[in-house]
């Protein structure tokens, strides 16, 4: 189902929290809302629903108008036909899990011969089939999440709406579930919109990431767009670039052009970055940073280690090139760099290559 979504403004109590929203989804797409809490993913997510009726702007899903503010059309949700999975699972206490799945076939009133086999397929699915006839209570949270995703699965005329639906689960289940969720978008066709504000979740499984900030779209790319070309210091930010640096000055000599970036770090300014200007930033991932005599086109420089952690393989260490500018290091972990590093004060030289410098013009 081809959705598209135009021109959707939205406020509470006159604080505007959607500002002109556009997107459109292909049909057939897996797309991800990700942003920091209160940019509008839920409140986008819930116009799509019919939960929120937009000021402005409309959404069609598969050439019909569900809102309109302009000719004052509105689908109310129950006729909408989209399936819903929310963090709280939201599964009635007293029905069985049979019962909760089937009850919005029952509020349509699907005939009792489809019904039955319908539930059944969709707890199969789902790996739910032999504990249909439980309560919620007496499952452990993954397996009531299957049960919602389910009951989800049997609404959905196509089109699935997902609102942080793994927060509650452990980190472990969490990963088994978006694949979950992933083979069983492919396996009944359907097009997803997931709110998540975890980015991990939003590269892993969607076909392309809308970043908002602010009610407003800041990037919309395929998972590899978004992590590695950000469009603005925001989005770096959000997809992980540990180091991000101001464009101070750019200055131009014996033919080469160059940057002072914050911290007095020099940047020749050539191949990507020969479009760099004052008053743009330029990101990079601490994994990109060289540690030692390493030298080379891109930032060549030095500092003052502040500190060290160990965070898994890696060793992150911060190296101070200027008060309160410190850049982020990532260093294979071992026992020799937890010697050279552990100990803020000494003096180490940095290489950051020209080609993992990504310029970002806001
Ligand atoms: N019914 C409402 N009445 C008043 N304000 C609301 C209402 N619903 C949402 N808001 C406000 O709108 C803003 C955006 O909320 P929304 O839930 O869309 O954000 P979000 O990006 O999904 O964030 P989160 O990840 O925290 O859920 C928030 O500041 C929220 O307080």
Redesign the pocket.
């Known amino acids: 189902m081809h959705i598209q979504i135009s021109g959707v403004s939205k406020a509470?109590?006159a604080?505007p929290?959607l500002k002109d929203v556009n997107l459109t989804i292909q049909s057939g797409e897996f797309i991800t809302l990700l942003?920091?809490?209160?940019?509008?993913?839920?409140?986008?997510l819930?116009c799509v629903a019919g939960l929120?009726t937009p000021d402005a702007g409309s959404i069609e899903v598969g050439g019909k108008a569900f809102v309109n503010a302009a000719t004052r059309t509105f689908v109310p949700t129950h006729k909408r036909k989209v399936g819903m999975v929310f963090q709280s699972y939201a599964l009635w206490p007293h029905m069985s899990v049979a019962a909760n799945v089937a009850y919005p076939l029952k509020r349509r009133k699907t005939p009792p011969a489809q019904l039955k086999p319908l539930v059944a397929s969709t707890l199969e699915a789902v790996g739910m089939g032999q504990h249909a006839g439980r309560y919620p209570h007496e499952l452990s949270g993954g397996q009531q999440q299957r049960v919602a995703l389910a009951r989800g699965l049997v609404s959905a005329g196509g089109v699935m709406l997902f609102d942080?639906p793994l927060s509650n689960l452990d980190a472990k289940l969490r990963i088994a579930m978006r694949s979950e969720i992933r083979r069983l978008h492919n396996e009944f066709g359907n097009t997803s919109i997931y709110?998540t504000?975890d980015q991990d979740e939003a590269l892993a499984l969607s076909d392309r990431v809308i970043i908002?900030r602010g009610?407003v779209v800041e990037q919309v790319g395929t998972p590899d767009d978004v992590r590695s070309r950000p469009v603005s210091s925001f989005a770096a930010d959000f997809v992980g670039f540990e180091n991000i640096l101001a464009c101070r000055s750019v200055s131009e000599g014996s033919g080469r052009r160059t940057a002072v970036l914050d911290g007095g770090l020099e940047l020749e300014l050539t191949g990507a970055a020969a479009n760099l200007e004052t008053g743009m930033f330029v990101a990079f991932r601490s994994s990109a940073v060289r540690l030692g005599g390493e030298r080379g086109a891109g930032i060549n420089a030095a500092g003052a280690v502040r500190d060290s952690s160990y965070s898994g393989e890696t060793r992150t260490v911060v190296v101070d090139v200027a008060p309160g500018v410190g850049i982020t290091a990532a260093v294979p972990d071992s026992a020799d760099a937890a010697a050279v590093y552990r100990h803020g004060g000494s003096e180490v030289s940095f290489h950051v290559p020209a080609r993992s410098v990504v310029v970002l013009e806001r």
């Open positions: 509470f109590n604080t929290i942003g920091p809490s209160g940019c509008g993913k839920t409140t986008t819930r929120e942080e709110v504000h908002m009610g």
